[in-house]
């Protein structure tokens, strides 16, 4: 498959607590995967300099496009920028257009140094807009630096997302049955074989104590994943199994 | 710190297409958390050999505990024991008691070969109960591999999270107000660096439509925990601040 590939790292001691449940990677894997992007790969590291930097270019020289969330704020645990101008090897300096922006958003009692910081950016980024707290991101290279926040990640996402370079959509089919995935699995790799440039997926799920297996086609071939999934949909029936309700259902 | 840390490798294309949202993050993490054992890095990675073989033998080398989950299943897409065993440089054996395990849950028309896979294991590695449905999991010098399902993920975890060298546990301590991150910064970090044993996070919440703060204080050392609470919950105070119910609790 030709299509660009992307990788998303995520930035914040938060998810490594356990304490927050990211909610970026669902939703940037599926505004990718509508434009063809194929997101390959995904990082968490703690808000420690380093761990940025080496993750930053280990992604950037192996993906067409990295996405980072989080650490773009006013405190003192917000490093992303410093980070990436460091993987960078450029200054950090501060954008003239975004300091207006910033200006222009907080009434004069609320400037203060730590609020400007956020005008501050890896020399030679190009802005990206949040239309819902002002403070923007930005990209340098193939690098697109959000905010953690879900709402300003997919505004900022939004802002950019038609820019990229896509490829064809990969398509997904799927569905569910109540057929252990070891009742089918000879079945199904025969079913694989037979359909290369499909992608087929099985996972097996507990719903009320039963186990239930949900079978994901994904292909940029539309007739070839339609083909593979006519070809489980017959399976299951040779089997005599039941249609069930996909219990992951996420579109 | 001198805690014990850890990693997780989530394997799964379910993962990265954006169709299933990871459950087992956070669960790790604050199992690992009371024991003292810091989770420091996660990676998704799909369900491709060679991404599965890099990323083990860079975090094995890395961090003292590493666990994977998914991939153990008895489908075609289920490569992470072969892949385990070629991080390891050793041959996937069929393990005797696995299969006895295999053999006694299932019935004797249940039982072929596609479930008997799941007593395959990389030689040397050491089995890990799963009571709800038997086909174990498996330990291999500091990596642990588990289900991908939450449920048998969680009982795994249950099954070796004693024989786990853990350290002194993180207490964690927050506190939300409906100040501005950037309101508060130059404060904040005035506080850090008071307590240089605490780590200080900010993070901004959108709630309906009013921009909150949590600010979460971590440390092994519980008394300069709680002081550093306390001189948050006064700063609060002075600059006017009111206290919020925290948007993202989960304990």
Chains 1, 2 share one sequence.
Do not use: W
């Amino acid at each position: 498959m030709t299509n660009p590939t992307a990788a998303l790292l995520i930035i914040g001691n938060e998810i490594l607590s356990g304490r927050t449940q990211d909610k970026n990677l669902s939703h940037l894997a599926t505004v990718l995967g509508a434009q063809g992007i194929l997101l390959r790969e995904v990082r968490v590291v703690p808000d420690v300099e380093n761990d940025i930097v080496e993750a930053v270019n280990a992604l950037r020289a192996r993906y067409t496009y990295v996405f980072t969330t989080g650490g773009i704020g006013p405190t003192h645990d917000d490093i992303t920028t410093a980070a990436i101008a460091k993987a960078f090897g450029v200054k950090v300096v501060r954008d003239a257009l975004a300091e207006k922006i910033l200006r222009t958003h907080y009434t004069d009692d609320q400037v203060n140094e730590a609020r400007l910081k956020m005008a501050d950016v890896p020399e030679g980024a190009r802005l990206i807009d949040n239309p819902v707290s002002s403070a923007p991101g930005y990209s340098i290279g193939n690098v697109y630096v959000f905010a953690g926040v879900p709402r300003i990640m997919q505004a900022m996402l939004d802002a950019v997302k038609y820019s990229l370079q896509g490829g064809v959509p990969v398509g997904m089919l799927s569905i569910t049955c109540n057929l252990g995935e070891g009742t089918i699995a000879e079945a199904l790799t025969r079913i694989q074989e037979q359909f290369a440039s499909v992608e087929i997926g099985s996972y097996p799920y507990f719903k009320q104590g039963v186990l239930s297996t949900t079978l994901v086609m994904r292909s940029v071939d539309a007739a070839a994943n339609k083909a593979a999934y006519d070809a489980v949909h017959t399976m299951i029936a040779e089997f005599g199994g039941t249609l069930m309700e996909d219990p992951n259902k996420t579109a």
